[in-house]
């Protein structure tokens, strides 16, 4: 497949403290790392799922791709086009190949405006004015499977689905090749969270665009992504093809994320790996590798040496110095 | 725990170990809004039993956080309950006035919340909150330091002693769920009320969360009426489960039997979506289709309320309220009355599929 | 929940509904509060700005009938102390107090609006620096300011106007910055952003509206405030000059004479109750109208 969106070493800094507080308490460096040395791929019609904690820095990615926020190293390839660096004029037409829908699905719709003017909007901003917009508005409409009256809706007469639908409509109004889908499914019930999950799935089927998707739902990446990356305290921690990563975690914290995941059967109860503890702050990264203070795993060793990239297979990568075995899960699994 | 200095009479009601610690019948409630009555909660009965955690789940808008308000008596003002009754050591606590109740809440049932950093002070230090709900207890300000720092080390904070003094923002969400549980946990109560405490916690945090509240459960023997729409963790964590849809009960049951042989529909449905339960990477995943119908007023559909939405309606559905038929279960003796509204659970039904 | 199960019979095809302001409209309407408000508020303009042709007689005409007189059908407010006609002088009195109104309103509000916009959504240093301004003006107490103003530049209705409105600046600028802060920190401003809307589109289309619902109805409410100052600043002889009536200087009249006659001191202090209802009425109705969330569907 060719490749649609490259980054490569990415890196996202915040001030953590004022210029001037800095200098009086010769900080030198009053910054902390939110994405560290990130770097993926993603072809056409293919989809990625970021998983993490809040704060691991998934979201942080993707506001960094859609230019809202600056990055401050490595490199980031939108269809051959360096984004790094770009200014915000340079940026809009992007942002039309780009489509990003935000987590909360009612908030992220301007309350004033009514559905139709809310997915006819990208038209306007990027002064697309040859269509017709109640057609353009009865198209997108049926596209996400939304009746044609909810045109004159309001966004607080919308349910969280129906946002979210809108939300969906939105992004796909003027055929983007990427979307960047943050938490599609945070704030709605299960029978809803599939409902968008099937949408996203169709529609992407359909139109072939490439996909990030962003979630702590572990539950949603299984189903909807080709591969998947494990972020801690702003790095991936292991990325690989999601099936590979779901049956052979290699990184301990995969594992910790993968079985913190209570299956609806009381039944089910699972080895449980737990991690100790709180996630540290960004502020103070531990020393080494970064996950010892949690990780059932860790030894001295890790206390003081970061572990290197190794790959378990080509496309399947981790940073642990003691990755879990190759069949260890299934191991467990069955005695 | 509990000291009968600063109480009010509190006659000591019957202890029958049978008779459930939460018994709630035939409840009722209405909110008014300018739209009209919404019928919130039809005709609840639902018991705790002594010991065991009940969990209660739903979709948003099925009542679920409305009913555990209502066992606390902590609506919003526009609330109304229009019939029913909970009972709770032998008296309706629908019946008591605010003085009574208020010398039940913070004694005998508690409650923790969804968001911890709203339900603490935060201008007020862990400690002195801390101290502060022991106000009934004749001790000294030393002695519920003590306590407070032992309640925090039971629910795993690490240096209580230095952490009581810290506020609430010093502390990450699972550490503010933490002390909300100490807090609720202090004064031993019957029962506690978990409004889904672990629905803004990360997954790491809620499981560790939940192993809290099963561990100290066991230690201190209360009931849990454990409200959330995460069947994962009710599924780890319940004895008992409550299905509601749409302000009514649709079933309930041994968490064995609601999770092996759900027998209404609605049950089906909810765990045939759960993507956790969904094994094999598939593009197309289950969902119920609808909507939840209208409470408004006389928009509540007559008859069965899943009916609009149920795959095996028929004609007895739509003007037949369903009544909690017992549903027959693989177990040999359950330890729960496993029952269902719906009229296929109906012996006279079975012959259908 | 509630809201997603009904359909009315137009929603199934029509991708376009009644326009926002039909909507506020029929939500004005079903208050009867709010619409004694504007019906208030709407006999008040009127009678401003047609007083030229609705005063019976002349307000500065010294009339040969009674002075002092009680209403009677020749003068149904009765007459002041030099026989001028009152029920004329308060209609005059009228057109003056909202000529102040208005006219200082609207220099405060777009001026308060354009600055606080700029401090709310442009860069931190510009914040921060028009903020110092703006506190500095506020800091300076109304009636103090208002003395020096009209020391130095001599008591005239423009000079009441200058006052009111520099003084009033800061308030609205204040309102408006912490609202569009607070708005920026919205996620669909984001998203807008994301889509790749510009600054102007953000404040135009996504800011300004939901800003301006309540920094007018803030206005509205502020109206009597300042009808009320500038019947103060006239009542002290420091405001409008004579003849030309106001509603203070028909009060200050009235208070010298009220032995003789309630009359005036009346005439002159209803119009100003019934303005301050009026506009608080009409002010609050609009609150509830223009807040989404209160917005009850129609």
Redesign the interface.
């Known amino acids: 497949m060719s490749t649609l969106l490259e980054v490569e070493h990415l890196k996202v800094r915040f001030r953590s403290m004022g210029a001037l507080r800095a200098l009086m308490r010769r900080v030198k460096d009053p910054y902390i790392d939110a994405v560290c040395d990130v770097s993926f791929r993603i072809g056409r019609g293919e989809t990625l799922g970021l998983v993490g904690e809040s704060g691991s820095g998934k979201s942080t990615i993707a506001r960094a791709l859609m230019g809202l926020i600056p990055s401050h190293g490595g490199s980031m390839r939108f269809d051959g086009t360096e984004l790094r660096g770009l200014s915000q004029r340079a940026y809009k037409p992007v942002r039309r190949d780009m489509a990003m829908m935000f987590q909360d699905p009612v908030g992220s719709l301007s309350p004033r405006l009514t559905v139709r003017s809310l997915i006819t909007e990208p038209f306007r901003i990027h002064g697309v004015r040859d269509r017709d917009m109640d057609a353009e508005t009865r198209r997108l409409l049926e596209m996400v499977g939304l009746p044609a009256g909810f045109a004159q809706r309001f966004p607080h007469q919308l349910s969280g689905g129906q946002a979210r639908r809108v939300g969906v409509a939105r992004a796909l109004a003027l055929d983007p090749r990427l979307v960047i889908a943050d938490e599609p499914t945070a704030g709605l019930d299960v029978s809803i969270q599939g409902e968008v999950m099937n949408l996203l799935a169709e529609l992407q089927d359909r139109l072939g665009i490439g996909m990030v998707v962003i979630t702590h739902n572990l539950n949603v990446v299984r189903h909807i992504s080709d591969q998947m990356a494990v972020m801690y305290l702003g790095r991936f921690v292991e990325q690989g093809p999601t099936e590979e990563v779901f049956h052979r975690p290699r990184h301990p914290y995969t594992e910790v994320l993968l079985s913190a995941n209570p299956e609806p059967d009381p039944d089910a109860k699972l080895h449980r790996v737990e991690a100790r503890g709180d996630i540290p702050s960004l502020a103070h990264r531990p020393t080494g590798c970064e996950f010892h203070t949690r990780c059932p795993r860790a030894r001295d060793y890790c206390r003081e040496v970061a572990p290197a990239l190794s790959s378990a297979a080509p496309d399947h990568t981790y940073t642990c110095h003691f990755p879990l075995e190759a069949d260890a899960k299934e191991r467990r699994l069955e005695a | 725990m509990t000291h009968p200095a600063a109480a009010p009479t509190r006659p000591e009601a019957p202890r029958d170990a049978a008779a459930p610690l939460l018994d709630v019948r035939h409840l009722s409630l209405d909110f008014t809004s300018p739209r009209g009555r919404i019928h919130a909660l039809r005709d609840i009965s639902m018991t705790v039993p002594r010991g065991r955690i009940v969990g209660v789940v739903g979709e948003s808008g099925s009542g679920k956080s409305t009913l555990a308000y209502a066992v606390i008596r902590l609506l919003a003002e526009n609330a109304r309950v229009v019939g029913g009754e909970i009972v709770m050591d032998g008296r309706d606590l629908l019946t008591l006035s605010p003085r009574e109740m208020r010398g039940i809440r913070g004694r005998r049932m508690s409650m923790i919340f969804q968001d911890p950093m709203t339900s603490l002070n935060r201008v007020m230090s862990i400690g002195q909150q801390m101290i502060d709900i022991q106000y009934r207890d004749p001790i000294s300000k030393a002695e519920k330091r003590k306590r407070a720092v032992e309640a925090l080390r039971r629910v795993g904070i690490p240096d209580p002693e230095d952490r009581v003094n810290g506020y609430p923002h010093q502390f990450s969400g699972g550490m503010r769920q933490r002390i909300c549980i100490a807090m609720a946990m202090m004064v031993e109560p019957a029962l506690l009320l978990a409004d889904e405490p672990t629905t803004a916690l990360d997954a790491t945090t809620e499981v560790q969360i939940i192993g809290l509240l099963e561990r100290l459960q066991a230690e201190i023997g209360c009931s849990i009426l454990f409200v959330s729409h995460h069947l994962g963790t009710v599924a780890e964590l319940c004895h008992d489960v409550v299905v509601l849809y749409a302000g009514e009960v649709v079933e309930q049951g041994s968490v064995r039997d609601i999770f092996h042989n759900p027998g209404h529909p609605y049950t089906q449905a909810l765990l045939d979506c759960d993507p956790g339960r969904i094994k094999e990477k598939t593009r197309r995943l289950p969902t119920i289709p609808g909507v939840v119908p209208s409470l408004v007023g006389d928009q509540v559909p007559t008859g069965c309320i899943f009916k609009t939405r149920c795959p095996h309606a028929f004609d007895r559905c739509d003007h037949e309220v369903p009544p909690s038929y017992a549903v027959v279960s693989g177990e040999v003796a359950p330890d729960a009355p496993h029952t269902a509204r719906c009229h296929l659970r109906d012996a006279a039904e079975e012959r259908r599929p | 929940?509630?809201?997603?199960?009904?359909?009315?019979r137009?929603?199934?095809?029509?991708?376009?509904?009644?326009s926002?302001w039909v909507q506020h409209w029929k939500q004005l309407r079903s208050n009867p509060l709010g619409l004694f408000g504007l019906v208030l508020v709407v006999l008040m303009v009127g009678s401003a700005v047609l007083a030229d042709v609705i005063v019976p007689y002349d307000p500065t005409q010294i009339l040969v009938g009674p002075r002092l007189g009680p209403p009677s059908w020749e003068h149904p407010l009765g007459t002041d102390q030099l026989g001028r006609d009152t029920l004329s002088r308060v209609i005059m009195g009228g057109q003056v107090a909202m000529l102040v109104a208005v006219a200082a309103l609207s220099v405060a509000l777009s001026i308060g609006l354009l600055l606080g916009l700029i401090a709310g959504f442009g860069p931190r240093w510009l914040d921060n620096g028009l903020l110092l301004v703006l506190d500095s003006v506020r800091a300076f107490p109304v009636i103090i300011f208002a003395l020096a103003v009209i020391t130095l530049l001599g008591p005239s209705l423009t000079t009441v106007v200058l006052v009111v409105a520099i003084t009033s600046i800061p308030v609205y600028a204040r309102v408006v910055r912490t609202q569009t802060q607070s708005l920026s920190d919205?996620?669909?401003i984001?998203?807008?952003?994301?889509?790749?809307?510009?600054t102007p589109?953000i404040l135009g289309?996504?800011i300004l509206?939901?800003v301006i619902g309540p920094l007018l109805i803030l206005a509205s409410m502020d109206v009597p405030l300042v009808i009320a100052l500038e019947a103060g600043l006239s009542f002290l002889g420091m405001g409008v000059r004579p003849p030309t009536p106001s509603w203070g200087t028909i009060l200050n009249n009235g208070y010298n004479y009220i032995q003789n006659s309630p009359w005036p001191v009346i005439a002159g202090g209803i119009p100003i109750i019934l303005t301050t209802l009026g506009f608080t009425f009409l002010g609050e109705a609009l609150r509830d109208i223009f807040d989404?969330?209160l917005?009850?569907?129609v």
């Open positions: 929940m509630v809201a997603t199960a009904e359909t009315t137009s929603e199934q095809t029509d991708v376009r509904g009644d926002a919205n996620e669909y984001l998203a807008e952003r994301a889509m790749g809307a510009g589109r289309v996504h509206p939901n989404p969330k917005r009850r569907d």
